[in-house]
């Protein structure tokens, strides 16, 4: 709760530091308020600690009165915001205007400054109605959580392992990582990662048996450290009793701390092999504090933590190569799992039972914990009814599963999200905003975050980034620490995730956890649950217009999310008179509801409309002087109205192919007056410039000075846009992503940008490839000046080896993409090139490249262009054997003249490669239609091209007119 109200204080303290003309005596007011709030937010912050049904009566009526409180505060310093401190004063206007409009302001803001003054007063009131009531019900008394609650964990400890369900293919990949590598005997630690409830205890305990079992490790320990660990030196006397019983009553004959108990650990493990499980490991500083116990003996010891946190993994492990992620279980161990807890046999399904239990296991995912955790529950109905179990569909993933029989599955996540910083649990429980099983933007989610004012900047570290940047760390920490599923991947950087979504027992929780805490309010299929207020959020997500929503409800709305909803059901848009966030999809719209209200929302900062049913977007958009964020990329909207231009914050804007970007209106109403307006844009979809007279959109983006990226495409080129496109690119410094695409057939060359621009240096993606670079640019001589660039697509005219050595010192080049159109020599990859490419496309139609020992090691992905014609005057041997790294290869042949042979010849020996090749990589050769030509083999040549595939390579240009045998020819079929 504290993070979902975290800015009050930043606020409060901005609201002293600068000159606002309060009101006499609203200084004094101010500094108690923040002494108030300050201390309010830290109660809330301990009792959030403590499960709802742990706190008593009166403490849970202190944390919902505060709560509201809380909330009533930001919404005064927002109108504060809004309607005294403004977004600033409208450039160019006339004198007298401006002065009219300064003298009604002055006026609107002194009654605005009274009537705040005058709510100060009274919050202050109430503050300290609740201090009197935080004493009398002695909320300072917060009870330990952790001591009362079950260990879901401890079932996994007592399973009978002929009973576990799709354990084997696991354990035996953990138990093959945990085999030694030739001769090495060093200790080796393998970690298991993992959403709760995925059954890594169980895995790690049935391994550690197993093993101990076959007499491999002359000692063994399996020991949890847990959320909340008791001192650690607790764990460690924990595990020296489980590894002998005459070192336990050592320790305990004289009290030790814990440097010593390490000592002592180290000193009984030093000529033993010894095999240990450390369990539920949550934080790297529990690790760092117990890891010196583990002495690398040389004897092939050997060491298995789990955690639900990848951070965590990484640090136990070192690297990547010894981390397990879990998988679900299969579709069928699931039905396994879960028909013989209920019927005990696993085809002990009735028929008639069959489809719902489908349901009910695609929403637990494969989670052994959550198959359970419902068989548990429907096991014990009395009769097993299909219309009951439907029920149970129904509930998971809306907070309803509160049976006794999902506890354990609720205390296993309410564990790691009760692990979370505050703000981190602000973030997670506003995802219950969408519905089940909606793939979520990562982009979008960020915006609405900031938007509500969950994401602010908490320490001066942070302020040194934007709130973007914080808000994306966000996202990554929720999905290290498994709450959050990851989805699609970044086109542009295959290591940045784009979308999630949330497992179904997780929505259960947070369902459940929003609903308790009145985050956000619901209205979909099953009905509308009222409030325990107001609503503070609210998500439509049914086209049923039998269910309305109370006008009086919605004034106190932050955030208002609707999903394929008729929007009749709801009151005027205008009736949200505090509402930061609107996103509308899909919806439907009756003559009744007119978007000129949007007008009206003052605090919006974000708004999203994506309906088909929007074809025009008001004037009285420019009102919406707080938007920060415009997304109508979903709409049907053609043009963008005049009073665009008056959203100075406005930094993102999105919009569809379909508006019409034309700049042939002569006058104020140009597109490019309108666009080159908007001067704190950061990211902006793609324009289409297909029209000489569109140079002047090309000017206009000159003044975006803050733009981050810039997506083109052109439908046709002159030197005037060029000049004007490179004029404008030397103004954009901020620059992180730059995307020129053509929809031509003609060559469009870029000779003025080569010489004139110099790439800024925080630029991540580069993709010019529709165009062509006459050499290569200077800018790619010092590889220290793009050493963010993560993505690069471009295309060269005339290359040389010196310019591919260039570019292989690119440090974080992830994707490359090259067409060479006249390569003075065959391309050589050499040692150390290219060291974190992992997907690679070159474009170089003669001779294809040649990759060296040590080139590319991260390489996955391969794609080459090579001409068989060509090909037979050169050693062909490419290297692939190289590529350490090679999954996957695609050979795109250019057969102009080329004989059937000559490409069969050819596809053989690429074949050959990725047979020897130490991960037989798949391989996709692709010849062009052009050799349809039937071969004449002479009968006096048959028997001199026989064997000539026996080598690794083969040489062309020994036998050049020798076709293959009839049986070479069939070769690669």
């Known amino acids: 709760m504290a993070g979902a109200i975290g800015s009050i204080i930043p606020r409060l303290a901005e609201l002293l530091n600068k000159e606002y003309m309060l009101q006499k005596g609203v200084k004094p007011s101010i500094e108690s308020l923040m002494k108030h709030v300050s201390f309010i937010l830290a109660h809330l912050e301990e009792l959030h600690k403590v499960p709802r049904d742990q706190l008593d009566g009166p403490k849970r009526q202190w944390v919902t009165l505060a709560r509201e409180l809380l909330y009533d505060i930001e919404d005064v310093l927002d109108t504060f915001a809004v309607r005294v401190v403004g977004p600033g004063q409208e ?453 049923s217009a039998v269910h309305t929503i109370p006008e009086a409800t919605v004034p106190k709305v932050r955030s208002l999310f609707s999903l394929s909803s008729t929007i009749n059901m709801m009151p005027a848009i205008s009736c949200f008179k505090i509402l930061r966030v609107l996103s509308l999809d899909d919806c439907e719209f009756d003559e009744s509801f007119h978007l000129k209200h949007l007008g009206k929302l003052f605090h919006l900062r974000y708004l999203r409309l994506s309906c088909s049913c929007v074809t025009e977007l008001p004037k009285e958009i420019g009102n919406l002087e707080f938007l920060e964020a415009l997304d109508i990329s979903g709409s049907s909207i053609q043009e963008l109205p005049p009073t665009i231009v008056k959203l100075r914050r406005l930094k993102f804007l999105g919009f569809s192919y379909t508006l019409q970007l034309s700049d042939r209106i002569s006058g104020e109403n140009k597109f490019s007056n309108r666009i080159g307006g908007l001067t704190s844009l950061q990211e902006l979809s793609t324009i289409s410039i297909d029209e000489e007279s569109e140079v002047d959109i090309l000017k206009a983006l000159g003044n975006l000075t803050e733009l981050r990226d810039l997506d083109i495409m052109f439908g046709s080129d002159t030197l005037d846009m060029e000049e004007a496109l490179v004029d404008s690119l030397c103004n954009m410094r901020n620059l992180r992503k730059l995307i020129l695409n053509s929809t031509s057939d003609e060559d469009f060359l870029l000779g003025s940008m080569e010489e004139r621009w110099v790439p800024p240096r925080h630029l991540t993606v580069h993709r010019t490839l529709d165009f062509i670079f006459p050499k290569l640019p200077v800018w790619f001589n010092s590889p220290l000046d793009l050493q963010y660039l993560c993505y690069l697509s471009i295309q060269i005219n005339e290359m040389c080896q010196e310019d591919v050595e260039k570019l292989g010192r690119l440090p974080v080049l992830g994707f490359f993409e090259i067409q060479i159109n006249m390569a003075r020599e065959r391309p050589v990859i050499g040692a150390g090139a290219f060291p974190c490419v992992k997907d690679c496309r070159i474009l170089e139609k003669n001779f294809g490249p040649v990759f060296q020992p040590g080139a590319m090691p991260k390489a996955e992905k391969l794609m080459i262009y090579t001409s068989v014609r060509e090909s037979k005057h050169i050693n062909f041997d490419l290297g692939l054997g190289n590529l350490p790294s090679l999954e996957q290869v695609i050979a795109n042949l250019f057969c102009e003249k080329a004989q059937d042979w000559e490409v069969k010849k050819l596809e053989t020996i690429l074949r050959k490669a990725a047979d020897i090749h130490p991960k037989n990589f798949y391989l996709n050769v692709i010849p062009d239609d052009r050799h349809k030509q039937v071969d004449v083999i002479p009968d006096d040549e048959e028997q001199q091209s026989e064997g000539s595939c026996d080598k690794d390579t083969y040489d062309f240009s020994e036998n050049e007119d020798i076709p293959p045998t009839d049986g070479m020819s069939n070769a690669s079929s």
């Open 91 to 543: 450039p160019d206007v006339g004198f007298l205007t401006k002065m009219a409009c300064k003298t009604k302001d002055l006026i609107k803001k002194a009654k605005t400054r009274r009537k705040i003054a005058g709510e100060v007063s009274g919050i202050n009131n109430e503050l300290n109605e609740l201090k009197n009531l935080r004493e009398s019900y002695k909320v300072d008394s917060v009870p330990n959580g952790a001591t009362s609650s079950p260990d879901p964990r401890a079932m996994a400890l007592y399973h009978d392992m002929t009973q576990l369900v799709g354990i084997d293919n696991a354990s035996d990949e953990v138990i093959n990582m945990l085999s030694p590598t030739g001769n090495d005997e060093k200790l080796k630690i393998i970690s298991i990662v993992g959403f709760g409830g995925m059954g890594k205890t169980t895995l790690a305990k049935f391994v550690h048996d197993k093993l101990m079992k076959g007499k491999n490790f002359q000692c063994g320990a399996f020991v949890s450290v847990g959320q909340n660990p008791e001192p650690l030196e607790g764990v460690l006397m924990n595990m020296i009793s489980r590894l002998s019983n005459k070192l336990y009553k050592a320790v305990l004959s004289s009290p030790m701390d814990r440097p010593l108990l390490i000592h002592k650990l180290r000193h009984f493990l030093q000529d033993k092999r010894y095999f240990i499980v450390i369990d539920d490991i949550w934080a790297e500083k529990d690790w760092n504090n117990i890891k010196h116990a583990f002495i690398d003996n040389n004897l092939c010891s050997r060491l298995i933590t789990t955690t639900r946190k990848v951070h965590v993994s990484q640090a136990c492990c070192g690297s990547d190569d010894g981390i397990y992620r879990i998988q679900p279980l299969s579709t069928d161990d699931s039905k396994v799992l879960f028909y013989r807890r209920i019927f005990h046999h696993k085809d002990g399904c009735p028929h008639e039972l069959e489809d719902v239990s489908k349901d009910i296991l695609k929403k637990c995912g494969g989670a052994p914990l959550a198959i359970l955790t419902i068989a548990s529950l429907l096991a014990k109905k009395q009769v097993q009814i299909r219309d009951e179990w439907y029920k149970v569909v129904n509930s998971i993933g809306r907070g309803l599963t509160t049976s006794s029989d999902a506890e354990g599955m609720r205390w296993i996540l309410y564990y790691g999200y009760n692990d979370l910083p505050s703000q981190l649990k602000a973030c997670l429980l506003y995802l219950s905003i969408f519905p089940e099983d909606y793939h979520i933007s990562r982009d979008r989610l960020v915006r609405m975050w900031i938007a509500e004012g969950i994401i602010i900047h908490t320490t001066e570290h942070q302020q040194q980034n934007d709130l973007v940047e914080l808000g994306e760390s966000y996202f990554y920490d929720l999905m290290n620490s498994n709450m959050i599923q990851p989805g699609d991947t970044d086109d542009w950087d295959r290591s940045k995730i784009t979308t999630c979504r949330v497992h179904d027992m997780v929505l259960d929780l947070i369902y459940s956890l929003a609903k308790e805490e009145n985050f956000v309010t619901v209205l979909d299929r099953t009905g509308y649950a009222s409030p325990q207020g107001k609503i503070h959020r609210l998500s439509l997500q049914t086209s």
